[in-house]
């Protein structure tokens, strides 16, 4: 048996959660088109013949001015110690620069014990010449393999998944054989709440957002919406309930049938700039 675990990390918005769950196979980890969708570890378990592959989803590495994106950026650093592999992803539509280089310089890895491979992620999205022009700047990492792949297209991911499978070691499995991530049920439930609110709103909303499932007494399920000003209630409520309503309607459909799923908006003052409310909530 083979098995390993491998970090993704990244600048925030360049796929890390999309590739995740392209390679996964299902989706573990939310995604959305803003930056800083993730803001916990995710694992996401992807199994094939005798080796797992544990993936290691992370925060989006930026420079944080809030308490969140204080405790995000640990939390992505910390995840990315001691694993196999180090997947350094860069969007290559917008193209390798700074950015990915100071998370390299922020992730601080053994290179006699983790392979560093950088990934090229959105390639659907440009054309071939520039994915090399891009890919051949990233090599200032000095990296131990490049991939030019696509989450969307899965265009690439081939190749990445048979390299990550001949380098990682043997081993026991670290999940059961039909597990595909680490996220509960009602972690989930608030996350997927997160994701339509991520959808369907704009500014900065989103980030002053947070959920968590207060009552799991199947089938009832309430989950809270904490924003961070009164003002914010209203826009989450939508008129008439409108952006409650279709949140709830998109979430029910993607858990298990027979879900009764209570939305209910609370606020906490500035939470996001509080590192014990930020704790509280369980980032
Ligand atoms: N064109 C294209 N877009 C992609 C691809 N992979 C991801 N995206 C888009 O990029 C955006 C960000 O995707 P995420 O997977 O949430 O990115 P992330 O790196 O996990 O972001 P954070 O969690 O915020 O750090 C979404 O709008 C995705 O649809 C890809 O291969 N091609
Ligand atoms: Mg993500």
Redesign the pocket.
């Known amino acids: 048996m083979r098995s390993g675990l491998v970090a993704v990390v990244?600048?925030?918005?360049?796929?890390?959660?999309?590739?995740?769950?392209?390679i996964v196979g299902k989706k573990v980890?939310?995604?959305?088109?803003?930056?800083?969708?993730?803001?916990r570890r995710i694992h996401g378990v992807a199994t094939r013949g005798d080796t797992q592959i544990v993936f290691v989803?992370?925060?989006?590495l930026h420079k944080p001015v809030t308490a969140l994106g204080q405790r995000v950026n640990a939390t992505a650093i910390a995840s990315a110690v001691d694993v196999d592999v180090l997947l350094l992803?860069f969007?290559a539509?917008s193209g390798f620069g700074k950015g990915d280089e100071w998370v390299a310089a922020n992730v601080s890895i053994d290179r006699s014990t983790t392979k560093l491979f950088v990934v090229a992620?959105?390639?659907?999205?440009v054309a071939p010449r520039r994915v090399l022009t891009e890919l051949s700047l990233s090599t200032v990492l000095d990296a131990d393999e490049y991939f030019p792949?696509?989450?969307?297209?899965r265009k690439g991911l081939g190749e990445l998944s048979e390299a990550l499978h001949g380098v990682l070691p043997e081993g026991p499995w670290y999940y059961p054989i039909d597990t595909t991530g680490d996220v509960s049920g009602q972690e989930w439930v608030a996350e997927l709440v997160r994701e339509e609110l991520l959808r369907l709103t704009r500014d900065e909303l989103p980030y002053s957002i947070a959920t968590r499932v207060t009552e799991w007494e199947w089938p009832r399920v309430r989950c809270e919406i904490i924003v961070e000003r009164e003002s914010q209630k209203g826009m989450v409520i939508g008129r008439g309930g409108s952006l409650l309503k279709e949140v709830g309607a998109t979430v029910r459909r993607q858990m298990d049938p027979g879900a009764y799923l209570e939305l209910r908006v609370v606020v906490d003052k500035d939470w996001q700039r509080k590192p014990g409310r930020v704790e509280r909530l369980g980032y």
């Open positions: 990244g600048r925030p918005n360049v796929g890390k959660s999309s590739l995740v769950n392209a980890s939310i995604v959305s088109d803003k930056p800083q969708t993730t803001r989803d992370t925060p989006g992803v969007d539509e992620n959105k390639c659907d999205a792949v696509s989450a969307h297209t």
